[in-house]
C-alpha cells in the first residue's frame, strides 16, 4: 500500500466543509477509488472558533497558512479562498513549498493563469481546477483529456446558476427581473450584491478557463464582451416564449473559418462532423451574452441553478454535459476528484502533456464577435404612426440584413405613450452590421426609446 | 520529445476509417496534444482490395492478424473486429504479446471482461474502452474519474441511438413503429436485421460495462431484465403525449438503500445530495425497458440516433452527459482520445487504479427489479360494460397499488370489438406487486387484450 496523500484545506466556507466531510467521512471509499488514503492534516481558517456545518478535529484548524505550506506532511493544497490577490500568492508559495495545488478558483485562473501555470511548471508541481467551471460539471476533464482527438469549433455554456435561476422565474413565473433576483436572494442562489453573476463577468471568467483549454488563448477577462441579464425584461420572455424560444445567458465561443473565406456562424458549427475543419483555422470569438434558444434545444431545457456546456468538436459533433453549477457537495465532488487524479498519478500526466497557459502558442487569436453571424431578435417601443415600419427596414436593408418574422400587438402597459411594441427576427446577419444598423435605428425619430436585442440560436 | 506510437488497426470498416483518417490526416495536432507521434503501422482487413472510403497507404494494409500482434514497432492494438469470439482471442493475444489494447466492443467487454482484464494485469499492460459505450460521450471517463468522489445510486440511460431514432420517428411524426423502422433502416441507423438495437440486447450490453464501472458488479448480460421497443402502439405514444410524456428506452440501474429498511425507488434518487448515501448500500438493480419521461425532463429531449447517461451520485446530485452515439467519426473521437490516454500515460495509471472486472469486491450484488418502485403507466383494452372499471381497481388495490389518474376515451380504430381503451397511471409501487396485479388483470374475463405497460420516471 503507498503512502497516504496529506491535504491542507485554506478556507473552509461552504465548499471547503463540503470537502473536509468527503476526506473525514467517506475516506475508506476515497482510497479504494485512488489506491492511496486521502488524509487531510491542516484546515486553515480566519476564525477557528466560527460554528461549521461539518466538525473539524481541533487539532486539525489553525489560522497559520504559512506553517500549512510548509508542512512536510502536506502534499496538496486545495484553494478555497477566493479572490486574486491573497489567492495568488498562497497558491505561488504553495508551489514553490513543493505542493501541488487543487483551486475552484475561476477568477485567480482567468487573471493569472499564466503566472500560475508557469511557476508550477519551474516547480515540478501540478495544478487542478475542475471546480473552477460549472462546479460538480466535469467539464474540465472532458474538453482538455475526453474530447482530445477534437479542434473544438464551438462552446455553448450556461456558466453562472443564478442568472439561470432567475431567467427560469422569470420564464416560468411570469415574474419581473427584481422578483425573480429578490426570490433567488431569499433562497440562497443569489448573493446580496449578485453584480458579477447577473452582469457575466462570473461566466466570463469561466469563458477564459474554457477557451485556455480548448483554443490555447489567453484572454483577459476585460477583452471578453459581455451583456448581463439586469435589462431583460419580462415583456422579452413573453415575446421568446410566443416565437418558441427561451432565453438564457449563454458564455460563447466561435472558432472562425474565416481564413478559408467563410465566417464564423451559428450555422456552421456541427454540421457534418465527418468533415473535419483545416488545422489552420485560427480564430475565435468570445462573449458572454442572453440568447435566445429554441425551446426544443437541451439548452433550453436548463432550469434553475444547473450549469450545462455545449461543446462542438471538429471530429465528435455535439456534446452536452450539465449538472449542478454550484453548491456544497457537487463543488467538492470536483474538488475531491482532482485530489484522487493526483494520488493516482493521472493529474500529472495531464498537466505535463496539456501546457496550459505556456508560451506554446497554438496559433489562435481572438477576434471581436463583431464577424459571427447569427439571427438576431430586436424590440423596438415606435410611434404609432405611418411609416415606422419603413423606416425601420429600410435601415436594415442598407446594412445588408433581411427579415425573417415581425410581430406588432396592441400597445402594452408600462410602455411610453403612444409607443407601441414592434418586434422583428432577423435572417442570419454579421454582429457587427447588426449593431450598426441598432445605432441607426435608435437615431430614428420614430423610435420612442432604446432598442432591446438579442442574438439567436438556431 | 518521446518515441512515436505505434497503432495497429484491426478491422477497418466505419469506425476504423475514421480513426485511420485522424492519425493520417490530423498527425500534428494528435502528436501536440499527447506529447508524442501517434503512428499508424498496421492495418489488418479482411479484403485489402475493397474500396474504402478513407484511403489507405497500401504498405500498411494487410490480412495478417498475428503479424500485427508480433510486430515490435506496434505499441498498441486498436481491436474493431465485433462480436466477441475472434476479438476475444485476438485481445488476449495482443495483450499476451505485450501491446496495449483499445477496443469499441461492448459485447467483448460484456461477455468476458474478466477474462481480458486479469489478462491484461498480468500482463502489465492496458485495456480502454471509451468509444464500447455511447460512441462519443465520453462516459467511461466521466463514471471512473471525473465522479470518483462519488458513490453512484442511478443510472437512467439513452444507450441506443437506433431504438431512439424510431422513438423519436414514432412520437414526432405519428408513424407506426414499422414505417419508422424501415425509415430509420433507409437512413442507416439501423440495421437489416435490428433484432439487438430494438429489443434491449444492445443497451444491456452497454449497461453491463457501466454497472462494472459503477458499481464492480460483473453482470452476465443475460442477467439485465430487457423489454425491447417491438411491442410499443403508436397509441402508447400519443396517450403518453397527452400526459405529458415521451417513451424512452432506458438502461437503468437503480442502487438499493434496502439494507436500512428503504426500498429503492426512482423517488429516492437525486434527492439531498448534501446527505450523502452510509457506504454500506449494496445492492442494484439493473434493467433495459421503454419508460415513460416527463416531456421537461433532459431525457425527453433528445433525439434522433443521439445518445444521453444520466447519472446521479452521492456526493455531486444529478449530471447529465449527450451526445453521438455511434457513427463513423464519433466514435473515432473515443478511439483516439483513447489512444491519446496512453501516449499520455494516463490510462495506465486509471487501469491500475480502477482494477476493473477483478476479484476485488466491492460488495455490491445485482438484485432483480422486483423491488425498485416506480409509478406505471397501464393501457387496458376492456370489454364495454358496467364493473369492469371497479375490477381493475380492485386487483390493483388487491397489491397496494394506488391510482393517480384515469383515462378513458371514445373507442377507437385497431381496437378489438366492442372493447375500449382505458389507461391508467399508478402511484408509486413496487414493480413486482405491479407485475403480479397486471397477471392478475389479464385473466380477468373484461379485458379484451394482455395489458401494455411501462415504468413511468417522476
Redesign the interface.
Known sequence: MSEPVGVALLGCGTVGG?VA??LL??G???E????RRLELRRVVVRDPAKPRAVVIPPALLSTDIAAALHDPAVHVVVELIGGTDLARRVVLDALAAGKHVVTANKALLAAHGPDVFEAARKAERTVCF?AAVAG???II??LG???????VTAIQAILNGTSNYILTAMADGGKSYADALAEAQRLGYAEADPTLDVDGSDAAHKLAVLAQIAFGVTAQPHEIERQGIERIDVTDIRYATELGYTIKLLAEAWSSPSQVGKSSSRQDAGDR??D?RP?DLKTVALHVAPVMVRK???LA???GAYNAIQIV?D??????????GA????T???V??DL??LA???AQ??F??ARLWSHRD?GFTVEPSEKVRSRFYLRLAVRDMPGVLADVCRVLADEGISISSVIQHEAVEGHPEQSVPLVIMTHYAETGRFRSAVKAIDRLGTVATPAVSYPVDD
Do not use: C, F
Open positions: 463540503g466531510k468527503l467521512e467517506h475508506d471509499r476515497l479504494q477509488r485512488s489506491g475542475e460538480g460539471v466535469p476533464r472532458a483529456e475526453s474530447l482530445a482527438a477534437n479542434q462532423p465527418d473535419l488545422d426544443t434545444d437541451m431545457q436548463v432550469r468538436g471530429v465528435v459533433g455535439e456534446t452536452l454535459y450539465q449538472g449542478p453548491g456544497m457537495m457537487p467538492a465532488s470536483s475531491v476528484a484522487i487524479d493516482v498519478g493521472r500526466k495531464t505535463a502533456a497554438r
